[in-house]
């Protein structure tokens, strides 16, 4: 159980266009996801956190005209490259949160398994 | 703030070594704090959790204890074995709205 799913596990696009990714809680509801960027050989950097139903906080630095997050239901949170650029090329994680008091366990985030994105 | 410092890598080790990474933290409040595994391309999984102080969490082998009194929580294996070759990453949770705090990140490689 609490399996985290993203979609799509790779992609490769043109320089110029955009790209959606998107995370899903398969078995539990989320009312909290968080998207991480993880560059080679280094840790993840929080990028912002999506609440369902409300605007996404960003981290200082993080452009949130290029990355736009929608969180659209309890299950599901896209985060979408706009015109992407070669420098956006990284590998891209999002994580859920439970529902307070529900299983599991409200104080772990579940992660998904991680998107490769290749701008050209 | 809420941060956590991580034992640089890369880690090299023979089979059936004993193997630690440090790891300690600093946060406001009580954190609940995390180990986390990547094998190659993929993302993070789960390896153990302490969400008190003197907590022990444990699993595959692996171990950790939460040290309130410093501030650590440090990775330990008695004896790794090649599949335990990753990434391993240090977290800790207890910000608004439970944001993670990850470490840099230490690189094992567990040679035959």
């Known amino acids: 159980g609490a399996v985290v799913s993203q979609h799509p596990s790779r992609v490769i696009c043109k320089s110029g266009t955009s790209v959606k990714i998107e995370c899903r809680s398969l078995d539990f509801q989320a009312t909290t996801m968080f998207w991480y960027r993880q560059f080679p050989k280094q840790s993840l950097m929080l990028m912002a956190t999506?609440?369902?139903?409300?605007?996404?906080?960003?981290e200082q630095g993080v452009e949130k005209d290029k990355f736009l997050i929608n969180h659209a239901s309890l299950t599901l949170s896209t985060l979408t490259v706009t015109s992407a650029h070669p420098e956006d090329s990284s590998f891209y994680i999002c994580s859920a949160l439970s529902l307070a008091g529900d299983w599991p366990d409200y104080n772990e985030q579940f992660f998904g398994p991680g998107t490769r994105l290749t701008v050209l | 703030g809420n941060s956590v410092t991580q034992m640089e890598g890369p880690v090299t080790l023979s089979e059936e070594a004993f193997l630690t990474i440090n790891c300690t933290y600093t946060?406001?409040?009580?954190?609940?704090l995390f180990w986390y595994v990547q094998y190659p391309g993929e993302g993070l999984q789960l390896l153990l959790k302490?969400?008190?102080?003197?907590d022990k969490g444990s699993n595959k082998g692996f171990e950790a204890t939460y040290r309130k009194e410093t501030t650590s929580f440090h990775l330990e294996k008695g004896s790794v074995q090649v599949s335990d070759s990753a990434v391993y990453f240090c977290a800790l949770s207890g910000g608004t709205g439970n944001q993670f705090y990850f470490g840099t990140g230490t690189s094992l490689t567990v040679i035959p």
């Open positions: 999506s609440n369902e139903g409300s605007k996404a906080t960003y």
């Open positions: 302490a969400t008190k102080a003197d």
């Open positions: 946060a406001t409040g009580y954190p609940s």
